[in-house]
């Protein structure tokens, strides 16, 4: 009688565990490099060559873009936004934003954002090493959970409550692992607020950018102030950019 209403009572606390940490962690997990560029004028460059044109809006289950004006598509249909979900990010080729296309205020931001980002002083540097010591130790909270869970059910009879509680247990442990995005990455980090050359692979092709090593996590890399140009024919302009690490990887320090 008293083990089912102390099983009982450990599965209402881990159901509210559980809901209370996930809903902390999907707010806190959006990607850095894509909230650097929200809620600016952005261009979603397709790997297929489609492009999408709107101000973004990042939450940690994708991407919003939306458009200036409203537009119809082949079928007639009015259409204010599109909606890129975090299973599809394989087909981003970059997220470019074009200096020439932000408002005056977001261009000042900008602006100011380049001058603290290039050449960072001590304090910057100091404060991102700091940073990078709490990530470390966040990117091994995951295995730190799975050791004690496996050594509590080790234990009676808690053990066996919490060996009965493995929905929720697993549910916890997914959500950490999705909130480990930043993957410090050593070689990036001495080239952080420096020029590089980015070497990008588009098509059957790798392309060279250089520009300002913003930052990075385990998915994308930012660089800003680059030329680019979304097709070869056009004239390349101005433009701070967001790469998929798979496709794109710092090759040279640039100055």
């Known amino acids: 009688m008293f083990l089912g209403q102390y099983a009982t009572a ?67 249909h009015e259409e204010s936004s599109y909606l890129l979900y975090k299973y599809e990010y394989p087909r981003i080729q970059a997220i470019i934003r074009f200096l020439d296309e932000l408002s005056e205020e977001n261009k000042n931001k900008r602006e100011q954002e380049l001058k ?12 991102r090493s700091t940073l990078n010591v709490f990530r470390t130790v966040r990117d091994s909270v995951v295995e730190i959970v799975n050791l004690l869970i496996s050594q509590a ?5 808690a053990g066996k409550v919490l060996s009965s509680q493995d929905k929720y247990v697993t549910q916890m442990k997914q959500e950490l692992v999705g909130s480990v995005g930043t993957s410090f990455e050593p070689l990036l980090e001495r080239y952080i607020g420096r020029k590089v050359v980015l070497e990008m692979i588009k098509g059957d092709k ?18 800003m102030d680059v030329d680019y140009a979304v097709k070869k024919e056009e004239p390349k302009r101005r433009a701070d950019i967001i790469v998929p690490r798979k496709l794109g990887l710092v090759r040279h320090l640039g100055e």
């Open 10 to 76: 450990i599965t209402i606390l881990f159901i509210i565990f559980t809901a209370g940490l996930g809903a902390f962690i999907r707010k806190r997990s959006r990607d850095k490099c894509l909230r650097d560029f929200e809620p600016n004028m952005v261009t979603f460059e397709d790997v297929s060559g489609k492009t999408v044109w709107g101000k973004l809006w990042v939450e940690n289950t994708g991407l919003e873009f939306v458009y200036q004006n409203r537009q119809k598509d082949a079928d007639g």
């Open 153 to 157: 059910k080790k234990a009676t009879p």
């Open 206 to 223: 790798v392309l060279e950018y250089c520009g300002v090593l913003k930052d990075y996590t385990a998915e994308f890399i930012e660089i």
């Open 116 to 127: 603290k980002t290039y050449h960072p002083g001590q304090w910057r540097r100091f404060k």
